[in-house]
């Protein structure tokens, strides 16, 4: 299952150098791993791309976040990503809310329950050459997911090579 | 199905003015509707609160969104919100992706579709003040639903009082 683990990305340094972490639930923290990783400072801040919802064993609620960079080409439709753009994919645990439920007299209402991961895909056309010009990553209760489970990211965005391998398209 | 329309919010100017509109995928755009109705310049472009599914009727996947004021109350936990904290709820189709499916190998994964509305919540206890000191607006493509229809928002949500009658909890 890794592949679906990493599916929606995240960045890792191919090259051994690790830039970026994050922290579920720690916004602006910048922590540094075992990796020598850093939280992109203000991730949690950044402007919504779109949202989704993995069924299966994910079983999550996912938002997908953008810098100003990534937002910039998203709303502009321009491909490729320029270096610099970052992607973030927060995911939650998929939630039913019995409060909500009471309101609207039916089991209906799924909310973000606790965070499970973060994901980043960092854009850096030269450093990540290999791997269209990405960079992925996956951090877990602030600690990076290990190497060999990163490895299999871009192949598993190849399929959506026409867009720049991102799957997520901009929510109007 | 009125309550489950309005449920998460928006705000209508229970006394007559309406201050904001919001034009379904048309951010920063401010368009002047039949009721006088202003776009939240940049809503677009506010900080996630939290990610929501609602099935059912609704079908929708759903981000809800907040100024800096709302942002600020909601991770300091401070309540009640103060005056100029606005919330809004985008919700988009509930809609399969074929495309990630492929990738995952089962039919799991769900995107945002077609924008369905936009909702807001806006705080002025003065205004506001038969309604928790918030009023609610619902708009979809730019156009903001009848009063008739708003004025079952707040009732709706009574039920979260303790948390000045917002459902929505902050995701880490």
Redesign the interface.
Known sequence: MR??AC?LGAFVALGGEVVYTAA????NERAASELGVKLPPGY??W??I???????K?ND???I?GNDVALKSYREGKLPFPDGAVIAR?A?S?TS?E??N???G?D?????GP?INVQFMVKDSAKYAATGGWGFAQFKDGKPDDKALLSTCFP?HV??KARDYL???Y??
């Open positions: 592949r679906i599916f579920s639930g720690q916004a949690r801040d402007k919504l779109s949202v989704a919802h993995e069924a299966g994910n609620l996912r938002a976040l927060l939650w998929y809310s409060e909500n009471k309101v609207f039916q209906q209402s799924f909310v973000a965070p598993c399929p959506a799957f997520t398209q929510a109007p």
